[in-house]
């Protein structure tokens, strides 16, 4: 079955073609648009000539991805998998969309405000450009779905618990994918520190979340591009009464104007916070912010699970930032965590003999395999 993927982040919109039989996928055709720029790649990993988009309209998009996907395969998608990242408490499993579906996304969209708009304008959008094919939402908390009570609790009384007031997580597809890479070397004990636009940490006991640092929405956590994560609750209190704030402004606040952007006041992006961190003490405080971030919720999700074997980085930061992973894992060394900077390489990930007491690894986040997989098994069976 060919299958397109269509993933909104925050910063980007992935797309993927992939030809799929059961849980093999091959991608035929791969790309990203940030901005209005869209770069693609073939099958053979060969970029094509980036395409400049001529609005932010999310009908444009998914036209120029219709366009060049038809050049690309033989055959034409026979269906449209979506990154959703918040289906609400009513939306836990990824599902075909229908019109029911598209509601409760609309409706639990404020869950989501950052990414929700974005992903509803794509599901139309692929309509548009493909009518009547069958469509599917892939979501970002089903992964986190069967945490133990204790993570899954947030500190509020029953009522507020029992209105589905919980903590959910995120990025469970790109867990989910390193999973799947990791396949039968998976440790017991794996963290996975999803770092890019948003960033997140999980624990992973024997393939399952145990724990996650986002909650309720992707806004709390680890401190991000231009999200606050964790900030103390009192700090909204104090701003709503003494500093003429409503929800609207708190939420430009929070999930846009904060984390590295609002500290270093340049930039959420690491590639231009690493160049101007030289000349910049705001952007090196930013920079070093978010290590330690990082860190700590490594140390706590390594209590969560007992211990730790291997330590997975991923996500745009993760996968390409080396100054970020040296920083990160030389702040845990006094938990044992050591980055091996080179030298032959051991299934664990480290040189033979090197003295950390797990594995670090990095792998790419390959959430559109997975949207592909679970569009497959849901059309199939
Ligand atoms: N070479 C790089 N060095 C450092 N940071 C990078 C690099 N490439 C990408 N990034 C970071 O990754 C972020 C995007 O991560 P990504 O996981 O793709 O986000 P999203 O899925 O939310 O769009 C960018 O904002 C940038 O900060
Ligand atoms: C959940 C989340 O923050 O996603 P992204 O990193 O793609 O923005
Ligand atoms: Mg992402």
């Given amino acids: 079955m060919i299958i397109l993927t269509l993933n909104s982040g925050s910063s980007s919109l992935k797309f993927g073609l992939f030809d799929t039989q059961g849980v093999d996928v091959r991608a035929v055709m791969s790309g990203e648009k940030t901005g209005r720029t869209l770069r693609a790649s073939d099958a053979s990993g060969t970029a094509l000539p980036d395409v400049s988009l001529a609005d932010d309209n999310p009908i444009t998009a998914v036209g120029i991805i219709r366009n060049l996907v038809s050049q690309a395969a033989i055959l034409a998608p026979q269906a449209i998998g979506h990154r959703v990242v918040h289906g609400g408490t009513g939306l836990r499993e990824h599902c075909r969309i229908d019109d029911r579906v598209l509601e409760q996304l609309r409706l639990a969209s404020a869950m989501s405000p950052l990414h929700a708009p974005a992903a509803i304008s794509m599901i139309e959008a692929a309509e548009t450009a493909f009518p009547g094919l069958p469509q599917v939402a892939c979501f970002d908390t089903t992964f986190h779905a069967g945490m133990p009570e204790v993570a899954r609790t947030l500190p509020l009384p029953r009522a507020l618990r029992d209105a589905g007031i919980q903590r959910f997580g995120f990025h469970g597809l790109s867990c989910e994918s390193i999973v799947h890479q990791l396949g039968d070397e998976c440790p017991a004990r794996l963290i996975v520190a999803h770092l890019g636009s948003g960033s997140s940490v999980t624990a992973i006991r024997d393939g399952r ?31 709503l009464r003494e500093k003429g704030y409503d929800f609207a402004s708190l939420e430009q606040l929070v999930d846009h104007q904060s984390g590295m952007l609002g500290i270093s006041g340049v930039s959420g992006d690491m590639r231009r916070l690493h160049a101007a961190e030289i000349e910049s003490r705001d ?22 699970l007992g211990g730790l074997d291997l330590l997975v980085f991923t996500g745009g930061i993760g996968e390409h930032d080396g ?11 006094c938990l044992g965590v050591e980055l091996a900077i080179s030298g032959p390489r051991s299934a664990s990930g480290n040189p033979a003999g090197f003295s950390s007491r797990c594995g670090i690894r990095v792998l790419m986040s390959e959430e559109n395999n997975q949207i592909a997989r679970h569009a497959y098994r849901l059309l199939t069976t």
């Fill in 283 to 304: 952007c090196q405080l930013a920079v070093e912010m978010f290590y330690i971030s990082v860190a700590k919720q490594i140390a706590a999700m390594m209590v969560s």
């Fill in 323 to 333: 100054d970020t992973r040296e920083e990160v894992c030389g702040r845990l060394a």
């Fill in 209 to 239: 979340s145990i724990d996650t640092s986002m909650g309720f929405t992707p806004s709390g956590g680890v401190l991000m591009g231009t999200r606050s994560g964790e900030l103390d609750p009192g700090v909204i209190i104090y701003l």
